[in-house]
């Protein structure tokens, strides 16, 4: 993988995507062509239109990051990435009509966007069948070899057979653990030299998966896997590269105190979110507030109660504000304040409140509270003081999700569905903590863009 902006990024996906780059400007050349001749008109010389082919290859190529197109699916099954690719082309199109209006300079012709959507449709599913499963195939996956038989060692053997995963485990060395779950592991005994068994397998990584680490590290084998070339990590740092969250199951506090991330000179980085939540939430209320007048009238008309309510919430260092949304749920949903976790078909759940929630118009009054700088766009999701103080109880590192400003999107809600559960908020508090740690205005521009998926294909709103 590669880290880009502290986020790790596939390396077939970032070869996929600079060729998609490519294949886009190629197709809005192509459709600028095919319009010109068809209307007899001449063509100037290609750098007199570098301009329009980069914002037209740069919006299709953020709209193909909005709907999924290089996730694990989409490198899975070619039929999948077609369907998105689609959908992403024509909301890139639709992009690109609009800032032809604004500015007509900055694009082509309405005529020829299509003509290049067209094109670039033909040319982005003919790359993909080209290259069919390589790039979701072994080719790019990096070899490992796995430290440990025991329980930590089988996780990462799970993993790597999951769809999509991005290494594979060539090897597994037992290091005396009294539980060995791994039959297929090697006794460390039975290998005279242990760097020259990783260099045969031909393996790029060394994990470190022991049970107990206390006087247990193997540090001259591991000094010499090093010197060798090959990379060596431990579990909890190679988790969160491969997976994008913290694993609560194998860090520990120093882990968390040493390992790179939560970095404080973010001085200019919050500077620039302020400016954008600023800019951005001014916008969107002049542009919904239209949409939540005639929701909160259609609230009105179904049901008994307020169209808008105020709910406590924990915000940045667990100051708590109050959170303005549309009413999704009947007056009487919640008995003397009491908090309820929300259950899937929740019956509390009126029918407008269902249609708002799956298209997360519920949430755009959140808006107001982004202005006033109690939440941001992107961070965790603010929760309930009562669910709080319950959950800091039973998660570990729970409280250390406060350190940043809560969000309207986040990273946890784009990769984990809705949840209602202790255990939900422990898997939910993984993706938060990888957030803290390693946010930068590329990942809040990665989960802006992916939350358009988000809206489009619901899953688990309740």
């Known amino acids: 993988m590669i880290r880009l902006f502290k986020h790790y990024i596939p390396n077939a996906v970032l070869l996929l995507g600079l060729f998609d780059l490519v294949l886009l400007v190629v197709a809005g050349e192509l459709g600028y062509s095919m319009r010109m001749r068809q209307v007899a008109m001449p063509l100037t010389p290609m750098h007199m239109r570098i301009p329009q082919l980069l914002t037209f290859a740069g919006s299709l190529e953020m709209a193909m990051i909005a709907v999924g197109v290089y996730g694990a699916g989409a490198l899975q099954s070619l039929r999948y990435a077609t369907a998105r690719l689609l959908v992403a082309i024509s909301l890139g199109v639709i992009f690109l009509s609009v800032i032809y209006f604004i500015v007509p300079a900055a694009t082509f012709w309405r005529s020829n966007l299509l003509y290049g959507m067209g094109v670039a449709a033909i040319l982005l599913i003919a790359l993909r069948i080209l290259l069919g499963k390589t790039l979701g195939g072994q080719v790019f996956k990096r070899r490992v070899v796995v430290l440990g038989a025991g329980a930590r060692a089988a996780r990462l053997k799970a993993l790597a057979q999951a ?277 930068s205005p590329f990942l809040d521009l990665l989960i802006l863009l992916q939350t358009v998926r988000v809206v489009l294909w619901p899953e688990g709103a309740r």
């Open 163 to 439: 769809p999509g995963a991005g290494f594979a485990v060539v090897g597994y060395v037992s290091m005396s653990e009294p539980a060995r779950v791994i039959p297929e592991a090697i006794a460390r005994d039975a290998i005279y030299n242990l760097a020259d068994h990783v260099v045969l397998l031909n393996a790029s990584e060394v994990v470190m998966a022991l049970e107990e680490r206390r006087n247990a590290l193997p540090l001259k084998d591991l000094l010499r896997i090093k010197t060798t070339g090959v990379h060596v990590n431990e579990i909890s740092t190679f988790l969160e590269r491969e997976t994008g969250r913290v694993d609560l199951q194998s860090v520990n506090p120093s882990w968390l105190i040493f390992s790179d991330g939560f970095s404080s000179g973010r001085m200019l980085s919050s500077m620039f979110k302020r400016i954008f939540d600023i800019v951005a939430s001014l916008l969107l209320l002049t542009l919904t507030l239209p949409l939540i007048l005639i929701t909160a009238i259609a609230i009105k008309i179904e049901s008994k109660g307020p169209a808008f309510y105020r709910q406590r919430r924990v915000g940045l260092y667990s100051v708590g504000f109050d959170c303005v949304k549309l009413r999704s749920m009947r007056q009487d949903a919640e008995v003397a304040g009491q908090a309820v976790w929300a259950e899937k078909d929740d019956p509390r759940i009126t029918r407008i409140g269902r249609i708002i929630r799956k298209l997360r118009i519920d949430e755009l009054p959140q808006t107001w509270s982004v202005l006033k700088g109690e939440m941001s766009f992107v961070g965790p999701r603010p929760e309930r003081p009562q669910f709080v103080e319950d959950l800091e109880q039973q998660i570990p590192y729970y409280a250390e999700r406060h350190m940043v400003k809560p969000g309207i999107t986040g990273w946890a809600q784009i990769n984990y569905p809705y949840g209602a559960s202790i255990e939900d908020s422990r898997q939910k508090l993984e993706y938060d903590l990888y957030y803290a740690k390693n946010y």
